[in-house]
């Protein structure tokens, strides 16, 4: 496709009138839920991705009230304060406010919320000799198991059985 193969290139967008759909999950979205129906390529080797990019959103959802936007042409979203893409993982809510002044539109809105994930759990073992520099004491660790929640003490060199303890992170 000649496209560069590092940096930045510019992100293609494919819009449809909205329809009733599955997501990739399995979950039927109705035709009413969204303004308009949206794909992305992305990837090496280029693909559809099974979500879609809070970038591309943003942009999309600006141009679906502009009119003669291709994203205009095939959205039900002329004079919506929430641009809501359906997307293969679901819906995408965007809001927009887009002005008028003159010949020039004004972007004065693009706002998204997403939702936080946990990214990792897990333990960290400390050598005893860290908290030994640190002058660290306290009650958390016994050197065979995670301390409890509860606990906001580090452990003293004793309870660092061996070289060791986990704590959870």
Request: charge should be positive; charged fraction near 20%; aromatic fraction near 4%.
């Given at each position: 496709m000649?496209?560069?193969?590092e940096g930045?290139?510019p992100?293609p967008?494919a819009?449809?009138?909205?329809?009733?759909y599955?997501?990739?999950q399995?979950?039927?979205?109705r035709?009413?839920?969204?303004?308009l129906?949206?794909?992305l390529?992305?990837g090496r080797?280029l693909s559809?991705?099974?979500?879609?990019a809070?970038?591309?959103?943003?942009?999309t959802?600006?141009a679906a009230p502009l009119?003669?936007?291709v994203?205009?042409e095939?959205?039900?979203a002329?004079?919506?304060?929430?641009v809501?893409l359906?997307h293969?993982?679901?819906?995408?809510?965007?809001?927009?406010?887009?002005?008028?002044?003159?010949?020039?539109?004004?972007?004065?809105?693009a706002t998204y919320?997403?939702?936080?994930?946990r990214?990792m759990e897990?333990?960290?073992f400390v050598?005893a000799?860290?908290f030994?520099?640190?002058?660290?004491?306290g009650?958390?660790c016994?050197g065979t198991?995670?301390p409890s929640?509860?606990s906001t003490?580090?452990?003293s060199?004793n309870?660092?059985?061996?070289?060791?303890c986990?704590?959870r992170?």
């Amino acid at each position: 496709m000649g496209l560069p193969s590092e940096g930045l290139v510019p992100i293609p967008v494919a819009v449809v009138p909205p329809a009733e759909y599955r997501t990739v999950q399995g979950q039927t979205v109705r035709e009413d839920e969204s303004e308009l129906l949206v794909r992305l390529p992305g990837g090496r080797p280029l693909s559809l991705h099974k979500a879609f990019a809070a970038t591309a959103a943003a942009a999309t959802a600006v141009a679906a009230p502009l009119p003669g936007s291709v994203a205009a042409e095939v959205s039900r979203a002329q004079d919506a304060e929430t641009v809501v893409l359906g997307h293969p993982s679901g819906t995408f809510p965007v809001r927009v406010r887009v002005t008028r002044a003159g010949d020039a539109w004004h972007v004065e809105r693009a706002t998204y919320s997403r939702t936080a994930r946990r990214l990792m759990e897990g333990y960290a073992f400390v050598k005893a000799a860290v908290f030994a520099e640190l002058g660290q004491s306290g009650g958390a660790c016994t050197g065979t198991g995670p301390p409890s929640k509860s606990s906001t003490t580090l452990p003293s060199r004793n309870q660092l059985s061996g070289a060791r303890c986990p704590h959870r992170v």
